[in-house]
């Protein structure tokens, strides 16, 4: 595999746990950040949003103390999304905020608000845009059904649609300070049988999927490299050996991902409040607070970060659905961080009780188990008698007695079978007033 350089991810796997923000011209409708997308919507009648776009109530220090009260230690804010509009001042087009009605360059005052809150800054930045006048019109795009397609793409060159890439990263990467990461964002390659048409015409090929070659990634990633050393960047470029995480998308994982080695992979999953990434007004399937926290210990209990997604509405504020989730967040790590920072997954062999998670950190070597559904009086732990030199409950520091069980044989004590190496802890009856209770296990 060719040699891009690596990106430092010491902090990122430290760090554990940032927020992603989704905010564009698609808040208006509310709709979707693929509305474009969804409802075939032309250049002519998506332009009014650009018109009267006016967040009237944008202050991303708001939003910076929300994130970081929530724990968050970084953030991957849209500097453009699918739909080709610029959040910050660029030369590059005139498709930018500074041009509408608001008139303020969103992503400077972000970058400053959360840098003022001790949060690092990741951008991210579509590859695709359904704008950009040389972009092809391909399966994705807005204009796909047109029956002048044919004569939509003639004149639109993929070649300059890079360049501007290039220009635009390196005006982020250049006039922003330090940036952590970049968030490219997506690569849809067509198997050629798949192809409809550019079948027979390979110069077509823009026009079914786009790949490494379109973006020309290989100049974008060395481009990336050579402005901010040591940024971490994505694997979304369809360019293998380039990215330094794994970043799969509403999904949760029972094992820590691996590469291809075999190796522990540094990986980040993408999650949504509501299923949409931008604000969506009518989406009903909001997660719970519970929902969100199991969420994050899973991740980090499979060597995994979380960038939860927050999509501000129009009027530049967090709508009060997120902010409970956020502030649900923020009440449980508030006690809880210790088992989310510096973790990772439990050493090799030891196996989780049922409807448990373990994170571990090594530097301290004391092992986290949430109990994610509250037991009754006991909880066995396999294989670990013998082995743990106190416990406690790390949301308030109160100690939890246990049992070593090194022999097989009924534990009339606690009135409880406990197989061969097992360790059974003592539980109150009642759960504590943790949405996921945390026990600190000071291993010996
Ligand atoms: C997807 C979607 C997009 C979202 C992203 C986040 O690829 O295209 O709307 O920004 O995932 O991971």
């Known amino acids: 595999m060719a040699d891009y350089g690596k990106g430092d991810t010491k902090w990122f796997v430290h760090d554990r746990f940032g927020m992603f923000i989704h905010w564009g011209l698609y808040s208006m409708p509310a709709r979707h950040e693929w509305i474009r997308n969804y409802e075939c919507i032309p250049t002519e009648d998506y332009q009014i949003y650009f018109d009267l776009f006016n967040p009237d109530l944008f202050n991303p220090k708001e939003w910076a103390k929300a994130a970081h009260d929530a724990g968050m230690k970084y953030v991957v804010f849209t500097t453009k999304h699918h739909e080709g509009f610029c959040n910050w001042d660029t030369k590059f087009t005139d498709y930018k905020i500074t041009n509408t009605p608001f008139g303020r360059d969103a992503l400077r005052e972000i970058v400053d608000a959360f840098r003022a809150e001790g949060i690092r800054i990741g951008l991210y930045y579509s590859l695709i845009d359904w704008h950009h006048p040389a972009f092809t019109v391909d399966c994705n795009h807005p204009l796909r059904n047109r ?5 939509l793409n003639e004149g639109k060159d993929m070649k300059r649609y890079a360049q501007y890439m290039r220009d635009q990263v390196t005006e982020l990467l250049t006039n922003y300070g330090k940036i952590d990461i970049m ?35 290989e100049k974008l990633v060395k481009l990336v490299r050579s402005l901010q050393p040591g940024i971490i960047i994505d694997n979304r470029l369809d360019l293998p050996g380039s990215g330094d995480i794994k970043t799969p998308e509403q999904f949760t ?23 949409s990434w931008g604000y969506y007004r009518d989406e009903l399937c909001w997660k719970s607070v519970k929902q969100c926290i199991d969420l994050l210990i899973n991740h980090v209990s499979r060597n995994g970060n979380v960038l939860m997604n927050v999509g501000p509405t129009s009027r530049g504020y967090f709508d009060e659905r997120a902010m409970h989730c956020l502030e ?61 030199r106190y416990a406690q409950f790390l949301h308030d520091g109160s100690q939890v007695l246990f049992r070593d069980n090194q022999k097989k044989e009924v534990n009339v004590a606690l009135n409880a079978t406990c197989a061969e190496g097992d360790l059974a802890l003592e539980l109150p009856v009642i759960k504590p007033n943790q949405e996921v209770p945390v026990i600190e296990l000071f291993l010996k």
């Open 253 to 275: 994982s029972d094992e820590p991902l691996r590469n291809e080695d075999g190796s522990l992979a540094v990986w980040e999953g993408c999650h949504t409040f509501s299923g």
């Open 183 to 217: 968030w490219f964002d997506f690569s849809y390659p067509v198997l050629p049988e798949l192809a409809v048409w550019s079948k027979g015409h390979p110069e077509r090929k823009s026009w079914d999927g786009k790949d490494h070659e379109d973006w020309e990634s």
């Open 147 to 151: 029956p002048d397609r044919d004569k």
């Open 328 to 388: 649900g967040y923020a009440k449980w790590m508030k006690y809880n961080s210790r088992s989310i920072y510096g973790c990772t997954c439990a050493p090799e062999g030891i196996k989780e009780p049922v409807d448990c998670r373990y994170t571990y950190n090594p530097e301290t070597n004391r092992l986290y188990l949430h109990l994610m559904n509250w037991p009754f009086k006991h909880i066995m732990l396999p294989g670990m008698a013998g082995k743990v």
